[in-house]
């Protein structure tokens, strides 16, 4: 039975992909900050199939908590995909980046680029041994196209995309994918809009298939966007 890490699990894209890989019968290993809606994502997706599902509540940026996350994937003895999706958003309202408070921004890219990095080269022995792993970056448009007050996160994206890159040039025995799932209706998005309704924006379960696509086809090593993965998945 394949074996994922999913960051980030307990709502939103991260959610919506543990669905539909628990549907598959994966074994999870799920994290997420806050222990209560980690609990109840995990009890939801037990009873969705046979799958396995641990949940181990903490923060991606802890040293500690990703040395956790690597030895409860070293006692499944394999991991199959590593979806590094936690992120974080920065101040809501977002500041431009003159005004950005300088902790602030070490903790954006603590959370999206350093503790990705941190996680995958601890996870990297058995990503290699259990055979062609894959190691999945959520990205964002913010990485690749300038929008006023999100320099922070958007920046942070973008090192994280070079990261990717690097990585599946010095790593030929994994599949490294950066993907942007596009705007979505999430907790996120809605941080990033305060006060606004994002109603019309798309459910993150409306991105999985796409997601679905890139590990059953597995293309070569890149970046890629939801508009890429989707059409043939919905045609």
């Known amino acids: 039975m394949p074996v994922a890490l999913v960051t980030g699990a307990s709502r939103g894209l991260g959610l919506a992909l543990a669905r539909a890989l628990a549907i598959r019968s994966w074994t999870l290993v799920l994290d997420a900050r806050r222990a209560g809606d980690l609990d109840r994502a995990a009890r939801e997706l037990r009873e969705l199939g046979p799958a396995d599902v ?79 792993g894959v190691v999945l970056n959520i990205s964002s448009d913010a990485a690749v196209d300038a929008y006023p007050g999100w320099g922070g996160y958007g920046s942070s994206k973008a090192a994280l995309d070079q990261a990717t890159a690097t990585l599946a040039a010095e790593q030929p025995g994994l599949d490294v994918y950066a993907f942007d799932p ?48 989707a059409p043939a998945v919905t045609s």
């Open 182 to 229: 596009g705007e979505m209706n999430t907790e996120l998005h809605q941080q990033a809009f305060p006060g606004e309704d994002i109603s019309d924006r798309p459910d993150a379960e409306t991105v999985v298939p796409a997601l679905l696509r890139l590990l059953d086809e597995r293309p070569a090593s890149g970046r890629y966007t939801v508009a890429q993965l």
């Open 54 to 132: 641990i949940a181990v509540a903490g923060d991606v940026a802890d040293p500690a908590h990703r040395r956790e996350l690597r030895d409860v994937v070293g006692e499944s003895g394999r991991l199959d995909l590593l979806v590094n999706n936690a992120s974080a958003l920065g101040p809501s309202p977002m500041p431009r980046l003159a005004d950005y408070p300088e902790a602030e921004l070490a903790r954006v890219y603590e959370v999206n680029v350093f503790a990705p990095l941190a996680l995958t080269r601890l996870t990297l022995p058995v990503l290699l041994d259990t055979g062609r």
